[in-house]
């Protein structure tokens, strides 16, 4: 089983592909066999009831843990570095239970504005209805979110590139801060993947996923995943075993698969969506690109300094607004028009039907998201057809 070796490190689809992989001891298959079970059996009462007590290794009832899933969670851990992982049903799933696993009454959370729509309900009206204090800053001010943290955090809560108006956080200067008021720092990495970008090298405590997008890739599979130390991820994974959020085998072994091509996947996603933003900066009905890759974006630097890659996802804001945006989205071939990213085909659309859909017109723009964004997630097709389809579409579209 190959391991990460600092003398000899591992390109991102030799980890992707080998990275705790292993023959099955039992049927010596190459793919690990799913266990599709509910519960384990045992040939005595006192060798279940050791397992079931934790004084030894084994499964007692898939809610609990499973052998397909123990898998799914050992990869992505390697992936990001970490020492544990735990799954979940959806990537709302594994922020939520994560959320409410660390935060008691009483205490206090910080976040930005922009994140996800359904993570920003969490920080608006969820948590604070179970006493949990919650501020949340404006994601341009990284002043203000220092200043926001000095006064007490014991959550710190960032999403970077944020979805989907794909802002920048510096992870290392305010998981720094974040860390000296001694709080837990936990960073949304969905957009980036651990393949462009390891928070938890950066400072984060812990990092998550919505697995259904870039780890996944191709649209089939819903599920999300939290890594990071130990204690933290026990600490996540003794409010999941309760609440039921657990992944189950079936879609384990589908994240399994796509997980062995996201080094190549993303290699091209990062390129493909790295051309199409060039192309459209220089178009003249679009208002303005947001990737990071582009040396127009406020925070490239930073976003050179601790990511490897770009992504696949950038935004952009059409010059004719909300009807521009109706305009242009019916008329590209090679794209759907779908609430999905990170597939291997092209996914489009506007933040008010996908990432921020739950909040108004007024939220939505004091976030910083104006009704003629569009969020674009290139896929894996060639990018010079996916240039073409958009100036095609665009013609169309009123000046």
């Not at 544990?84 to 239970?97: D, E, R, Y």
């Not at 780890?215 to 996540?236: K, P, T």
């Not at 459209?280 to 303005?288: D, F, N, S, W, Y």
């Amino acid at each position: 089983m190959p391991v990460d070796d600092p003398s000899r490190p591992l390109g991102p689809s030799t980890r992707s592909v080998h990275l705790t992989e292993q023959v099955d001891p039992t049927t010596r298959s190459v793919i690990p066999p799913i266990a599709a079970n509910a519960a384990f059996a045992y040939p005595d009462v006192e060798t279940w009831r050791e397992v079931a007590l934790g004084r030894a290794t084994g499964h007692i009832y898939a809610r609990n843990s499973n052998p397909t899933t123990d898998r799914f969670e050992a990869k992505v851990a390697a992936l990001e570095g970490a020492a544990a992982a735990t799954s979940f049903t959806t990537g709302m799933a594994a922020i939520s239970t994560t959320l409410f696993a660390l935060l008691s009454p009483g205490q206090r959370a910080v976040t930005v504005n922009d994140a996800y729509g359904g993570t920003y309900l969490l920080f608006t009206e969820h948590l604070p209805r179970f006493g949990v204090e919650c501020e949340v800053v404006d994601t341009d001010d990284a002043d203000a979110l220092d200043a926001a943290i000095a006064r007490g955090c014991d959550l710190l809560y960032l999403e970077s590139p944020t979805n989907p108006a794909m802002k920048v956080l510096d992870l290392a200067r305010h998981a720094e801060r974040a860390h000296e008021v001694g709080a837990t720092v936990v960073v949304d990495n969905t957009f980036a993947t651990p393949i462009n970008q390891q928070p938890l090298a950066l400072g984060a405590d812990l990092v998550l996923h919505s697995a259904t997008k870039f780890l996944g890739g191709h649209g089939d599979v819903l599920g999300g995943v939290v890594a990071g130390s130990e204690e933290l991820i026990h600490r996540v994974y003794a409010y999941r075993e309760i609440i039921g959020t657990g992944l189950d085998a079936q879609a384990a072994a589908q994240f399994l698969r796509s997980l062995k091509t996201l080094g190549l996947r993303i290699e091209r996603q990062n390129a493909n969506a790295f051309a199409v933003a060039r192309h459209l900066e220089g178009h003249p009905k679009v208002a303005r690109v947001v990737y990071p890759g582009l040396e127009s974006h406020p925070q490239h630097a930073v976003a050179a300094a601790q990511m490897s890659g770009f992504g696949g996802m950038l935004a952009f804001e059409l010059v004719g607004g909300d009807p521009a945006v109706n305009q242009l989205l019916p008329r590209l071939e090679h794209a759907y028009l779908a609430a999905n990213l990170g597939q291997v085909e092209t996914i489009v659309g506007p933040p008010s039907t996908t990432s921020h859909v739950e909040l108004s017109d007024d939220e939505r723009r004091a976030a910083g998201i104006p009704d003629g964004l569009v969020r674009y997630s290139a896929g894996i097709e060639d990018a010079q057809d996916l240039i073409a389809d958009l100036d095609r579409a665009l013609d169309a579209v009123d000046a």
